[in-house]
C-alpha cells in the first residue's frame, strides 16, 4: 500500500489560487495513476482530475477544466494540484488518491490508497 499525505489546503476569498500537494511513500508509484477527489458537506464525494504517472496523461473534471492543473514530480514521488481562480463551490475537503493500474479513472472505488484530506474553503 501506498502512504500519502496531503497538504496546502486553506481559506482563501473567490478568485484566489492554491496549491495542494500530495506526498506519496511506501510502495512505489512510478506506475500507477494517482487522482484528487473532493467531499463538499451534504454532496457525494466527487472527482476532480487524475494523471498518469509514468506518462503525464491527465483528465479533469469539466467544473474545474481552465481552473485547475494537475502534475507530478516524480523526484520527489509528489503530485500537485494548482487551483487558480477559486470559487465558493470549491469549498470541500480534498483527497489525493493511488490505483494499483495505470487507468485514469474517475471512480473512486479503483483508487486503493486515500490520504487523510486537507481542507479548502473558499469565500465570497
Known amino acids: 500500500q501506498v502512504l500519502l499525505v496531503e497538504s496546502g489546503g486553506g481559506s482563501v476569498q473567490a478568485g484566489g489560487s492554491l496549491r495542494l500537494s500530495c506526498a506519496a511513500s511506501?510502495?512505489?508509484?512510478?506506475?500507477?495513476?494517482m487522482g484528487w477527489f473532493r467531499h463538499a458537506p451534504g454532496k457525494e464525494r466527487e472527482f476532480v482530475s487524475a494523471i498518469n504517472w509514468s506518462g503525464g496523461t491527465t483528465t479533469s473534471a469539466d467544473s474545474v477544466k481552465g481552473r485547475f492543473t494537475i502534475s507530478r514530480d516524480n523526484a520527489k514521488n509528489t503530485v500537485y494540484l494548482q487551483m487558480n481562480n477559486l470559487k465558493p463551490e470549491d469549498t470541500a475537503v480534498y483527497y489525493c488518491?493511488?490505483?494499483?493500474?495505470?487507468?485514469?479513472?474517475?471512480?473512486?472505488?479503483?483508487?486503493?490508497?486515500w490520504g487523510q484530506g486537507t481542507q479548502v474553503t473558499v469565500s465570497a
Open positions: 488518491a493511488a490505483r494499483e493500474d495505470l487507468d485514469l479513472s474517475r471512480e473512486p472505488s479503483g483508487y486503493k490508497s
Open positions: 511506501g510502495r512505489t508509484v512510478s506506475n500507477r495513476a
